[in-house]
């Protein structure tokens, strides 16, 4: 069990049942009753600290603290090599193959296409050995300057514990003191 002051969530928590973009959520367990299916905190970086609700709507994904969704694995969700490959499916195949290290981050990094908008681009990320992946993400483009504009890195805690951190793209130089202050911070929230 986890606990949060009230002040991180820009959103409410989602529960077990139907989503809060279904008619009848309302009527879905809530509390300790029910089965948490995600929640969703914004912190100021790096305190880690509650930010400000005006902030994340105002500078949406461009956010300039952390968002971070936090979910219990239910399903396969948290194979970080299946989530890579999917990543890279509108790819050539030989894409992973030009990925880069850089030291500052400890990532590896290549540009591949979106997913979705093909004729877009995304940069690639992961942390460690393809066998063997710590965490793995991606930054959305944009035509308009700056083209890549948020980043969304995810990983595993505590084996069942699937985090996404919502970040800039500057942040990513600094990824494992985010990824480190983020498990602390959830270590903290134990109860």
């Given at each position: 069990m986890y606990k949060f002051s009230r002040l991180y969530f820009p959103f409410w928590p989602e529960y077990e049942g139907?989503?809060?973009?279904?008619?009848?959520?309302?009527?879905?367990?809530?509390?300790?009753?029910?089965?948490?299916?995600?929640?969703?905190?914004?912190?100021?970086?790096?305190?880690?600290?509650?930010?400000?609700?005006s902030l994340v709507f105002r500078q949406g994904l461009e956010h300039e603290g952390l968002l971070v969704a936090v979910a219990p694995i239910t399903a396969r969700?948290?194979?970080?090599?299946?989530q890579l490959e999917f990543l890279l499916r509108k790819s050539p195949a030989e894409t992973i193959?030009?990925?880069?290290?850089?030291?500052?981050?400890?990532?590896?990094?290549?540009?591949?296409?979106?997913?979705?908008?093909?004729?877009?681009?995304?940069?690639?990320?992961w942390q460690g050995e393809l066998d063997d992946l710590a965490a793995v993400g991606y930054c959305s483009w944009r035509p308009k300057v700056?083209?890549?504009?948020?980043?969304?890195?995810?990983?595993?805690?505590?084996?069942?514990?699937?985090?996404?951190?919502?970040?800039?793209?500057?942040k990513l130089v600094r990824w494992l003191e985010v990824r480190r202050s983020v498990v602390d911070f959830l270590i903290n929230s134990r109860r």
């Open positions: 139907k989503s809060s973009f279904d008619p009848g959520f309302i009527y879905n367990k809530k509390g300790c009753d029910a089965n948490l299916v995600s929640v969703f905190l914004s912190m100021t970086w790096p305190e880690l600290d509650p930010a400000d609700d969700e948290g194979d970080l090599r299946r193959t030009l990925a880069e290290y850089d030291e500052s981050s400890s990532l590896y990094r290549v540009e591949a296409r979106d997913t979705v908008f093909e004729n877009h681009k995304k940069l690639i990320y700056p083209n890549y504009y948020s980043c969304r890195m995810t990983f595993v805690v505590f084996g069942d514990v699937l985090v996404k951190v919502i970040m800039r793209p500057d």
